[in-house]
């Protein structure tokens, strides 16, 4: 082989080295809620959850809810805000309902999720509504879909 090329090769390698010796490894980024919707949520080994998204664009994620801890979150359209849940139906393989009753303020929450389908890690609700009422304002219908699942 001829040196210049095996110096030209060196050359190469060592300047790589040199360049990767300062960096360091980037931070995690903390999830941030997208705008309109709740944040992104984590289950830890063992934990399972309800997921709920708006049906009709712009699909924003909507409610979450952790049956064993009877509580959630819902996003009011406006902002984030916890929630209870107060009643459920028979669980599923997650231990989630797909028929729950919440209280969020002076908001009474009833999820209703239909045509389940069984799917890898989870079952996911092709339709469903939540509806929403309590307050000064009408009750509101919110077509959903959902997804239960558990982190592993």
């Known amino acids: 082989m001829d040196t210049r090329l095996i110096g030209i090769i060196m050359a190469f390698t ?3 080295c040199a360049a990767v010796q ?16 709740l944040a992104p949520q984590n289950l830890g080994a063992g934990q399972c959850a309800m997921f709920v998204w708006e049906r ?19 996003y009011d359209g406006t ?14 393989a ?17 999820l209703s999720l239909g045509d389940a389908q069984t799917i890898t ?3 996911r609700y092709k339709e469903g509504v939540l509806r929403v009422s309590g ?8 077509p ?6 558990c982190g592993r």
């Open 135 to 142: 307050g000064a304002e009408f009750d509101r219908v919110i």
């Open 79 to 92: 902002q984030s805000r916890a929630a209870r849940v107060t009643s459920q139906g028979e669980t599923n």
């Open 22 to 37: 300062g960096m360091t490894t980037p931070r995690p980024v903390a999830p941030k809620a997208a705008a309109g919707q």
């Open 94 to 110: 997650q231990r989630q309902s797909s028929v729950q009753s919440l209280i969020s303020g002076d908001k009474v929450l009833e």
């Open 144 to 149: 959903v879909v959902g997804l239960s699942s």
């Open 56 to 74: 009709t664009a712009p699909n924003r994620f909507i409610l979450f809810t952790q049956a064993s801890a009877r509580s959630g979150q819902w």
């Open 14 to 16: 060592l300047s790589s």
């Open 121 to 123: 890690d989870g079952t």
